[in-house]
T-cell receptor, first 114, second 112 residues
């Protein structure tokens, strides 16, 4: 199984809502990632988890809160978002370490903040 | 600051021709470079990886070159087909890190 799944596919939320994005992989990968992608722009790294520990936080606002409950799951908790946070949120996974491993991306969650 | 630019936002070519996409970077010393394909509304899909000490890599109709002196990678698709139409992203990875930095992307359109 070389698939990364993400739920929901689409999400519309108000600025006062709290919601969560979910990501799952069963490839035994120990690195998992959250990216944000705006239209016609490349993905921008938000967070990296390596062996279930947060290893990289790209100075993301605290209204985005990642969580890695186990090696297969990655969540992104959203609270008090702004309209400019509307984007495609991509999850990815890879083997972790110093060797060059490709990343496997999920289909993304299209988030709209109203 | 680090900068990764791909030669053009869009590239249109005729079916059967070779598409050549360029990735240039500054203020960075990557350990290796990857190329991804992204279709609209989908996540990127890995295509090829090349290490800093490798000059060229091939996979079927795809070829990647990496010149660390010029700080440039070229990505070629030979005998291009309309199904190759997509956005292509280069991505750099440094040493001892899982962090991938993506280039600006090139939208390739192959017309019959």
């Amino acid at each position: 199984d070389t698939e990364v799944t993400q739920t929901p596919k689409h999400l519309v939320m108000g600025m006062t809502n709290k919601k969560s994005l979910k990501c799952e992989q069963h490839m035994g990968h120990r690195a998992m990632y959250w990216y944000k992608q705006k239209a016609k722009k490349p993905p921008e790294l938000m967070f990296v988890y390596s062996y279930e520990k947060l290893s990289i936080n790209e100075s993301v606002p605290s209204r985005f809160s990642p969580e890695c409950p186990n090696s297969s799951l990655l969540n992104l908790h959203l609270h008090a978002l702004q309209p400019e946070d509307s984007a495609l949120y991509l999850c990815a996974s890879s083997h972790s370490g110093t060797s060059p491993y490709e990343q496997y991306f999920g289909p993304g969650t299209r988030l709209t903040v109203t | 600051s680090q900068k990764i630019e791909q030669n053009s936002e869009a590239l249109n070519i005729q079916e059967g021709k070779t598409a050549t996409l360029t990735c240039n970077y500054t203020n960075y010393s990557p350990a290796y470079l990857q190329w991804y394909r992204q279709d609209p509304g989908r996540g990127p899909v890995f295509l090829l990886l090349i290490r800093e000490n490798e000059k060229e890599k091939r996979k079927e109709r795809l070829k990647v070159t990496f010149d660390t002196t010029l700080k440039q990678s070229l990505f070629h698709i030979t005998a291009s087909q309309p199904a190759d139409s997509a956005t292509y992203l280069c991505a750099l990875v440094g040493y001892n890190t899982d962090k991938l930095i993506f280039g600006t992307g090139t939208r390739l359109q192959v017309f019959p």
